[in-house]
């Protein structure tokens, strides 16, 4: 791993847009990720510019002559298969998961509901469109339950529910962001993340990293704006666990068809160490809090030659990764 990003023709990358900030309610951290990204594509030699779909529409990519396109949108519009789907018809190769997988990604009822099918292991669930629903979810579930938006990252909208008398204003704030809300089973125990780098049968996972957050709570706010929370790497679990959780993330980005890199984000149950699938993100954060980062530097990448190494491995659906 530690030759990712190198001996790359960097000419033969062409001119380089690097999609950032768009429309959802993830711009914010977008901007973050995107800015850093640049920066380094730009260190390296790369022909990069900054592009925002929400300044400019994504015709402009042609008309301003762009050969391939760094994916660092988050949450809707960038990484549910819309954007995807825009570059696939502009002929525009484009990091990260193609559209079918980036769309079954951003759904998390959809994302579970292929994974159990699979017999991959993933809390318990239920689908809700109502507080009564939400109330009978959380009858089923028991305590604590987490309630969020299906189709939304960075723990926007997310509540963790203790008492029946919270269901109400847990949904209500999950349904802001989305007409689809999940009540799932929580995982008690260590919470972790593990990044995948590649595309089929050469898809592999990085380190695991073991996240401690401050009162267990790991939202929006620790995630990208406080230094508290702990990210360890390695993670310090036993060579055994590790080894599970990786091959169990790489099966789930090849079930659900991914390719490029994604990040899953996994619990194991202090009761049996045994490891639950939540969510995959296939456009991860790239800010200075980010975890694909920190993995890739414990294998020897620095940040600027997984960003080079990630942009060289763009790609359209009807094709493979174009190796530059």
């Known amino acids: 791993m530690s030759t990712f990003g190198t001996n790359i023709d960097v000419k033969a990358l062409g001119k380089v847009a690097v999609l950032m900030g768009g ?17 380094a594509l730009q260190s390296k030699g790369v022909n990069a510019h900054k592009f925002d779909p929400a300044e400019q529409g994504l015709d402009q990519l042609k008309v301003q002559g762009f050969d391939r396109c760094f994916i660092a949108l988050h949450g809707r519009f960038g990484e549910d298969g819309t954007v995807q789907g825009a570059l696939e018809l ?25 994974w159990r ?35 939304d990252g960075s723990s926007m909208g997310l509540t963790k529910v203790m008492t029946a008398d919270q269901c109400a204003q847990a949904y209500a704030l999950a349904a802001q962001y989305d007409a689809e809300v999940l009540c799932e089973e929580f995982i008690a125990g260590d919470e972790t993340t593990c990044p995948v780098i590649g595309s089929g049968a050469a898809a592999h996972a990085l380190p695991v990293i073991r996240i401690v957050a401050p009162e267990g709570n790991y939202d929006y706010q620790n ?18 666990e590790e080894k599970a959780i990786q091959e169990l993330v790489e099966k789930s980005f090849r079930t659900l068809g991914c390719r490029g890199w994604a990040r899953a984000d996994i619990m194991i149950r202090a009761s049996d160490r045994k490891p639950f ?33 990630l942009l060289a491995s763009s790609a359209l659906d009807d094709g493979e990764a174009e190796h530059v």
């Open 23 to 39: 429309r959802s309610s993830e711009r914010e951290v977008s901007l973050m990720s995107g800015t850093g990204v640049l920066a």
């Open 117 to 151: 099918f699979e017999g991959l292991s993933t809390p318990d669930w239920r689908m809700v469109a109502s507080t009564e629903d939400t109330l009978a979810a959380f009858q089923a579930l028991g305590a604590p339950m987490i309630v969020k938006p299906a189709r």
């Open 223 to 240: 995630k990208y704006f406080t230094d508290t929370t702990q990210y360890h790497c390695p993670s310090g679990l036993p060579e055994q």
């Open 90 to 114: 502009l002929g525009i190769p484009y990091t990260g998961s193609g559209v079918m997988a980036s769309s079954i990604a951003m759904d998390k009822i959809m994302t579970k509901r292929i």
């Open 277 to 309: 699938l939540l969510e995959i993100n296939t456009s991860p954060g790239m800010t200075g809090h980010s975890l694909v980062p920190m993995a890739a530097r414990a294998t020897g990448v620095s940040y600027e030659n997984l960003c080079l190494g």
